[in-house]
């Protein structure tokens, strides 16, 4: 296993644990890194990009010569569990009956002897055979079989509509990632809602004109003059980018009403 501890420009520090040997530590560290960032996303996009909405309700036939998990395994494999519990349990009776027969030995006129109970040795030969009966029900058990076998008739859901909304979900989730880093800069508790400043700034209502090659963009002001004075420090930065409408030559000016842009 390795270390390696990741130091943040703040001086946090981020421990990691792995047994990969062929990758650096700085490609460990970014690996990790990129984890955390999905896991995330499956989060957040869970809770407010409705990742696991239905977008289309047509479906196909599955492929019924697709190998799948064999249900019937997995309860092979819960029996093999019971039974190795059962021999456990044997076994501790047999070391209690032998305790009880070494207390007997000890009790006057007994002649130093004593029999062990046999019917803690039965209870274990039994377990024995029950866990060998499972072991091999489960060697016997397939661990997969065709789709068709275990679920008749599966269907799935249209496919390409679905990977296409998931690509418009994670272009939103990373437009919205770097608005999020850029409003932090204007907003004392950037750090804990700027997520949730910029879904209250994507649902602000505004005005678009055009004037000479520009596109203007005037959004109302948000519920609170912070949040508002935020926004407008974001819509000052991104004019500033000289950003042009797609597929046209305007450039897009952002602005808040009643807002100067500055924090």
Same mark, same amino acid.
């Given at each position: 296993m390795r270390l390696i501890v990741r130091r943040s420009p703040d001086g946090h520090q981020t421990p990691i *644990?792995?047994?990969?040997?062929?990758?650096? /530590?700085?490609q460990v560290a970014y690996r990790m890194g990129t984890r955390w960032r999905r896991e995330n996303y499956f989060k957040y996009a869970r809770e407010h990009f409705a990742l696991d909405a239905l977008d289309s309700y047509a479906d196909h036939p599955d492929d019924p010569d697709r190998l799948v998990p064999n249900p019937a395994k997995a309860r092979a494999l819960t029996q093999v569990g019971a039974a190795r519990g059962n021999v456990e349990d044997a076994e501790a009776g047999v070391c209690g009956a032998i &305790?009880?027969? &070494?207390v007997r030995a000890r009790r006057p006129g007994s002649g130093g002897k004593a029999t062990v109970d046999p019917a803690a040795e039965t209870a274990l030969? @039994? /377990?024995?055979?029950? *866990? @060998?009966a499972a072991k091999a029900a489960s060697r016997a058990t397939p661990s997969h079989l065709p789709l068709g076998q275990v679920r008749p008739g599966s269907r799935l859901l249209e496919t390409e509509r679905k990977l296409l909304t998931h690509a418009i979900r994670m272009s939103a989730y990373n437009t919205e990632s770097a608005l999020a880093r850029l409003i932090r800069l204007h907003y004392a508790r950037g750090h804990d809602e700027a997520r949730a400043l910029m879904r209250e700034a994507f649902t602000l209502p505004g005005d678009l &004109?055009?004037?000479?090659?520009?596109l203007h963009v005037r *959004?109302?002001?948000g519920l609170a003059p912070?949040?508002?004075?935020?926004? @407008? /420090? *974001?819509c000052v930065e991104l004019?500033?980018?000289q950003t042009r409408y797609p597929g046209t030559d305007l450039t897009i /000016?952002?602005?808040v009403k009643n807002h100067t842009g500055t924090a």
């Open positions: *644990l792995t047994n990969r040997t062929d990758l650096t /530590a700085a &305790e009880e027969a &070494e030969s @039994a /377990a024995e055979d029950d *866990l @060998a &004109e055009i004037i000479g090659s520009t *959004l109302d002001p912070r949040c508002s004075r935020a926004i @407008a /420090a *974001l004019t500033d980018t /000016a952002y602005i």
